[in-house]
């Protein structure tokens, strides 16, 4: 029904199975790239290519490479992501006047 090692019932909530897998092993996922970096994304890589079909985490293996990669940019980039002061402001407030 949750669809572990195929896809869940309903096709489209599949994103929301991947989210709530890369929440749970994000730590790890950290982890491993920060101290093996290459062979990481390499192995993430191969699942996501299929070479091997009956390989674990074939289905998620897309996310959990794009989802890889993401923090591989964060982990090696220079340049903090920061929201101006005033940017985040106008975004509160715009949201708390949204009509819902």
Known sequence: MLGITQLPIDYQFWYVRDLFL???IS???WLAMKHARLVTLAVLAVLWSE???GAPLAASARSLLFFS???ALVQTSRQKLLIPQHAALFLILS?????Y
């Open 22 to 24: 890369l929440v749970v």
């Open 51 to 53: 070479l091997l079909p």
């Open 27 to 29: 730590p790890l996922v």
């Open 69 to 71: 990669l993401g923090i």
């Open 95 to 99: 949201l708390l006047e949204a009509p």
